[in-house]
């Protein structure tokens, strides 16, 4: 038993720490991605910026290869499988354009992450699933007992320390996905999205979707920024303390979102127009000046993949692959 259990053993002192709990695993990833990511920081993890290293010659198959054998990997393997490569993965942002700044943010928004997914799951998981994990379920350590009207909100009455540590495992298997996929948007331009998805031979609508997405995502961080940046240059938060500052571009976000819808609607129909007017889907298939093709890099990028492909099949016959994470050597 965790020897701090006397403060829930007061109904006032329960209550006041419980909500600062359930504030704290909210909050604090709300804290950091507005905060220390902002609106600036997302749109330098979502736009695509020309450069010259490994990453943005390889074929954006091969990427995509990449990250959706990354996402099995971290999926069907031991938890610290997911944590390795989630590190591994990380200081390959060193080598994209403004590296330094952009393995900065992507640092913050896999710590929010981790933080968010664990208090996501770890408040929510009954006995009866931690026992699939921690067998013994007399040796749990009691971290908090919420307060009772907490069950309503789906919470399990008692918060253990064997909750976090299953909801910390689960997290690095966002993460491992999380940072592999941006590698692809990070590197790869619309263009060779569009003629990725032809060699696949993908319908053409999805085509277009993913391309209409891949480039509005940016694009939506660009006008919500200009509009916070508008609210705050009229005074917003002018005068106010600096500790309620973040609380005011919290707001001005909020307010910031119908002007970006307007906006974002005005563009979706000006798309619509120049799409109609080069007669997209005039014919079944479209062709292409650029031919996509495999090199050196993509090779050896395939020899990675093929690894873990290994890494995941030895671990499964080995006892280190579970569909949920679990404490092993």
């Known amino acids: 038993m965790v020897p701090w259990n006397f403060l829930y053993e007061n109904p006032l002192t ?4 419980s909500w600062f709990l359930f504030f704290y695993g909210v909050a604090l990833p709300v804290v950091i991605i507005i905060g220390a990511i902002g609106l600036r920081g997302f749109i330098e993890l979502t736009r695509f910026e020309r450069g010259s290293t490994f990453l943005y010659k390889l074929n954006p198959i091969t990427k995509l290869v990449f990250g959706v054998v990354v996402m099995v990997v971290a999926s069907t393997t031991i938890w610290w499988i997911g944590a390795l490569l989630t590190l591994a993965i990380l200081p390959l942002y060193l080598t994209l354009n403004n590296g330094l700044k952009k393995f900065l943010y992507v640092i913050l928004l896999v710590f929010s992450t981790i933080i968010g997914s664990t208090w996501a799951i770890a408040p929510y998981t009954p006995t009866s699933v931690l026992e699939l994990v921690f067998p013994n379920p007399s040796s749990y350590e009691t971290v908090w007992v919420w307060p009772s009207y907490f069950t309503y909100m789906g919470y399990e009455p008692v918060l253990t320390l064997q909750a976090l540590i299953y909801g910390l495992q689960t997290s690095f298997r966002v993460t491992a996905t999380l940072v592999s996929a941006l590698l692809l948007i990070l590197t790869t331009t619309t263009s060779d999205i569009f003629r990725m998805f032809t060699k696949m031979k993908v319908p053409l609508p999805i085509t277009f979707s993913v391309m209409v997405g891949v480039r509005t995502v940016p694009k939506i961080f660009e006008v919500l920024d200009t509009s916070v940046k508008m609210q705050l ?4 938060s002018h005068n106010k303390p600096r500790i309620l500052r973040v609380f005011y571009y919290l707001y001005a976000g909020i307010m910031a979102i119908v002007p ?3 906006y974002l609607f005005r563009g979706a129909k000006t798309l619509a127009i120049s799409a109609d007017t080069r007669g997209f889907r005039a014919y079944p298939s479209r062709t292409s000046l650029v031919n996509l093709t495999l090199g050196k890099l993509d090779y050896i990028m395939f020899a990675v993949i093929v690894l873990l492909i290994i890494v ?6 080995t006892g280190f692959g579970r569909t949920i994470p679990y404490v092993g050597l």
């Open 260 to 262: 970006a819808i307007v």
């Open 312 to 317: 995941d099949i030895v671990a499964n016959l």
């Open 14 to 17: 329960q209550n006041v720490i």
């Open 233 to 236: 240059l009229r005074g917003l």
